[in-house]
């Protein structure tokens, strides 16, 4: 199984809404990470957990909390967010360092109205 | 810091064309190299990689070469299909920055019948 799941796909929330997204793989991956694509922009990386602890967060607004409850689990819990936080939300893992090859999911498009 | 500079598109080709998208990179010591493909609603996956110098990254008709000597990792295919009509990514990830990769900003490829 090589596949990085994603739930949901689509979501719209307004800005005092709680909400959380969910990631899931079953490869055995010890890193995982969390981007954010806009459109026609590369991602760009917001939280790394490594064994399951957070080792990099790229100075993301505390409206985004991370948390991996497991080494298979990666969930982001969103907050009072904005309407510019609209965006493809993506994850990730890999083995062990963004040097190995990193599987994608297909992303969670959230709507902040 | 790492920097990737990939051509910007888009790119549009007929099927049948021959393909190139230049990449060229700035790191220090001896990076990763990676093209990630992002189709039309759905997250990236890598294409090809290579982990050092005159390595050559191969995989569904695409090539692309680690040259360190200009300091590229340019992307080719011989005949472009239709299919093959996506967002192409170069990025590398250095041993110093370990879980973090460098992503370029992407070049669209349209290949039409």
């Known amino acids: 199984d090589t596949e990085v799941t994603q739930t949901p796909k689509h979501l719209v929330m307004g800005m005092t809404n709680k909400k959380s997204l969910k990631c899931e793989q079953h490869m055995g991956h010890r890193a995982m990470y969390w981007y954010k694509q806009k459109a026609k922009k590369p991602p760009e990386l917001m939280f790394v957990?490594?064994?399951?602890?957070?080792?990099i967060n790229e100075s993301v607004p505390s409206r985004f909390s991370p948390e991996c409850p497991n080494s298979s689990l990666l969930n982001l819990h969103l907050h009072a967010l904005q309407p510019e936080d609209s965006a493809l939300y993506l994850c990730?893992?890999?083995?062990?360092?963004?040097?190995?090859?990193?599987?994608f999911g297909p992303g969670t498009r959230l709507t902040v109205l | 810091g790492n920097s990737v500079t990939q051509m910007e598109g888009p790119v549009t080709l007929s099927e049948e064309a021959f393909l190139t998208i230049n990449c060229t990179y700035t790191a220090t010591g001896y990076p990763s190299l990676f093209w990630y493909v992002q189709y039309p609603g759905e997250g990236l996956q890598l294409l090809l990689k290579a982990t050092k110098a005159d390595d050559k990254g191969s995989n569904k008709g695409f090539e692309a070469t680690y040259r360190k000597e200009t300091t590229s990792f340019h992307l080719e295919k011989g005949s472009v299909q239709v299919s093959d009509s996506a967002v192409y990514f170069c990025a590398l990830s250095d041993e110093r920055g370990y879980q973090k990769v460098t992503f370029g900003i992407g070049t669209k490829l349209q290949v039409i019948p």
């Open positions: 957990y490594s064994y399951e602890k957070l080792s």
């Open positions: 990730a893992s890999s083995p062990q360092r963004a040097a190995d090859t990193q599987y």
